[in-house]
């Protein structure tokens, strides 16, 4: 016979290859189909809750390594118990049928009981092609190269729900893959994940919930972001904390703004972190603002909120001269996001500050970090004179 090779791609998926063999002796046809790419990193599990008749005419790739289940009759087909096929939902059910029928002349004759429930078996089956009643159906795959058509492709399809997940050991070794032996670490897999957890939002005291994530900045550290969102008074709030120990040195980083690019650089000030700009005779007292992970610009978006918001500084506890020095002051600081050029100053007694150096690796002309050893005072601040890391044990020992 002759076996034809077609490689051709599925809308919204990817490329396949379809074989198909056919005999003219005998008649004898069959098609396969095999990925055209490799293993996917995670598997796949498609959930399908039938219930129409165009559910059925919907296309299927379905891979040798996948299986097939349909609870509902506790009817499953094992993975590499048939070759790859790309076909539709009725035509998986119509190859099961012709499957269990092929022996079912020998069964009769062998055993009548065994053959009785297989009938029955197959009627069921039948009746499942009329979708009289809904039904699911699970295609799980753990090389991740199988397929159910989404008839509203882009948009979502409610009665399709795809499931992406981590092999497990025996699933790498079914497909032929290393199998790691160092077992995962639960830390890394927490990095790579959205943390939530309830609490009470502070402005209604309402139940909400708070997102963190630890996320790694390029040439610094890693930070967690953490985000409150109040479904109840809309309240929202972010805030970035270290995710590292305070530095033996604190940093003091200086950037000579020069051209209005530099308000896109990324900044990370922490909240033991200190603002100023010394040609505005401005200064941001460690605390101020909180932990934020944004940009200059952003960062001065704040200054001037934190400015006009304030009743004491442009409300109406004001005096005039007040607010006029104060309006001042803003008009400076918008040219310093436009065209005026400053220096922004952090210093951060922790070392856990960050501004973006654009230039990464290499040295940025414009920016400069110094480590400085820090003062009493300002370990005092961080409660570094009070905490004791080292030699506390055999103290402890001899007191008891």
């Known amino acids: 016979g002759v076996t034809r090779l077609l490689l051709t791609r599925i809308p919204f998926f990817k490329e396949i290859i379809v074989s198909s063999f056919s005999c003219d002796s005998c008649s004898w046809s069959n098609t396969e189909i095999q990925s055209a790419g490799r293993i996917q990193e995670q598997g796949v599990r498609y959930t399908l809750a039938v219930t129409s008749r165009q559910d059925m005419n919907r296309e299927v790739v379905k891979t040798d390594c996948a299986s097939a289940q349909i609870p509902e009759l506790d009817f499953e087909i094992p993975a590499f118990s048939q070759k790859g096929v790309l076909t539709t939902i009725e035509g998986i059910i119509d190859r099961a049928v012709a499957g269990l029928e092929q022996d079912q002349p020998a069964r009769r004759v062998t055993d009548k009981e065994v053959a009785r429930k297989i009938d029955e078996f197959i009627g069921k089956l039948r009746q499942l092609k009329e979708v009289k009643s809904p039904f699911t159906f699970i295609l799980d795959d753990p090389s991740g190269n199988s397929f159910v058509e989404n008839p509203q492709a882009p948009q979502r399809d409610q009665a399709l729900v795809v499931t ?5 050991p025996q699933q790498c070794a079914l497909l032929g893959l290393e199998v790691d032996a160092k077992p995962p670490d639960a830390a890394e897999d927490l990095r790579d994940e959205v943390l939530q957890f309830n609490t009470n939002c502070p402005e209604c005291n309402a139940p909400a919930s708070t997102n963190m994530k630890v996320v790694q900045i ?13 479904d109840s008074c809309g309240h929202r709030t972010n805030e970035v904390k270290s995710g590292g120990a305070i530095e033996p040195r604190g940093t003091r980083i200086t950037l000579r703004i020069t051209d209005p690019s530099d308000m896109t650089r ?3 000030k922490s909240e033991t972190c200190s603002v100023e700009i010394p040609e505005l005779e401005f200064e941001l007292g460690m605390g101020a603002l909180g932990g934020k992970f944004t940009t200059l610009e952003g960062l001065l978006k704040d200054i001037r909120d934190l400015v006009e ?12 001269s007040r607010t006029g020095k104060l309006q001042e002051f803003i008009g400076k600081l918008q040219d310093v996001k436009g065209k005026a050029q400053a220096h922004f100053i952090m210093d951060d007694p922790a070392g856990n500050s960050y501004l973006q150096n654009v230039y990464a690796p290499e040295e940025d002309p414009e920016l400069s970090v110094q480590r400085y050893e820090r003062t009493f005072e300002q370990n005092d601040e961080l409660g570094l004179n009070d905490m004791k890391t080292e030699g506390y044990e055999p103290e402890a020992a001899s007191g008891r």
């Open 309 to 320: 918001k304030n009743p004491f500084t442009l409300g109406d506890s004001s005096t005039p």
């Open 266 to 268: 990324d900044i990370l």
């Open 218 to 230: 390029p040439h610094f550290k890693e930070v967690i972001i953490m985000a409150t969102n109040c």
């Open 164 to 168: 992406h997940y981590r092999r497990s």
